[in-house]
């Protein structure tokens, strides 16, 4: 299972972009890049998903370079209901995957 | 969109008391579940894979006895906590994915706060 390194925190103004870099140096070739918000006592939320290149859906844009050896989770004008923890999460082929430790956003007024 | 459904989602028992979480895929049939607990500030943790028909996979360090998962129909997988003490306290959350369906995303249930007094 590739291991995922997220900054643990990171802040930002309504109606600001946010750009959240996932590292997975150990990715495999059908592996593939799951993004997860978390509010607190909740389940994650589904995000987007890749396997490369970019995607975009009306939430999210995520962008994987050729290597893929990272992942970036573009958020487009946030707002005060996006403050939560993000999670990047590496999928094998058997549909296995391991938590990191997230990425806590706080968006403020 | 598929939906995974948790129940209860809150639960406070005695101490000795054996607790059951249902985790229920509403629209799609899921011949896996995964089990996780999370602790607060903390990310979530693999307990076990529920496999529907066979024994249920447990981590390292995840005692089978205490945490027995049942995983009875493409549909339904249901964790029981057995004689639960307050160190059992925590957030327990499933997860499925569409197995009829390559490379989909796992949906997660909204969890089970679990509080032992």
């Known amino acids: 299972l590739a291991k995922t390194t997220q900054p643990i925190s990171m802040d930002s103004y309504e109606g600001q972009e946010v750009n959240i870099t996932c590292s997975h140096n150990?990715?495999?070739?059908?592996?593939?890049i799951t993004w997860y918000q978390q509010f607190p006592s909740q389940g994650p939320r589904f995000i987007i998903q890749?396997?490369?290149t970019k995607v975009t859906n009306e939430v999210a844009s995520l962008f994987i370079p050729a290597d893929r050896k990272s992942s970036t989770l573009s958020l487009p004008r946030v707002s005060l209901s996006d403050t939560a923890v993000y999670y990047c999460l590496v999928t094998d082929s058997w549909g296995k995957f391991q938590f990191g430790a997230g990425t806590q956003v706080v968006v403020t007024p | 969109g598929a939906v995974v459904s948790q129940h209860p989602s809150w639960v406070i028992c005695k101490s000795g008391t054996s607790v059951k979480i249902e985790c229920r895929s509403l629209?799609?049939?899921?011949?896996?579940m995964f089990w996780y607990r999370q602790f607060p500030k903390q990310s979530l943790m693999l307990m076990a894979t529920s496999n529907e028909g066979s024994k249920a996979t447990y981590e390292q360090g995840v005692e089978k006895d205490k945490f027995l998962i049942n995983h009875a129909s493409l549909t339904l997988s249901t964790l029981t906590v057995t004689s639960a003490h307050p160190e059992d306290s925590s957030f327990y959350i499933c997860?499925?994915?569409?197995?009829?369906?390559?490379?989909?995303?796992?949906?997660f249930g909204d969890g089970t706060r679990l509080s032992i007094l």
């Open positions: 150990n990715i495999a070739t059908n592996d593939y």
């Open positions: 890749g396997y490369k």
């Open positions: 997860s499925a994915r569409d197995q009829g369906l390559s490379n989909q995303p796992q949906h």
């Open positions: 629209d799609f049939q899921a011949t896996t």
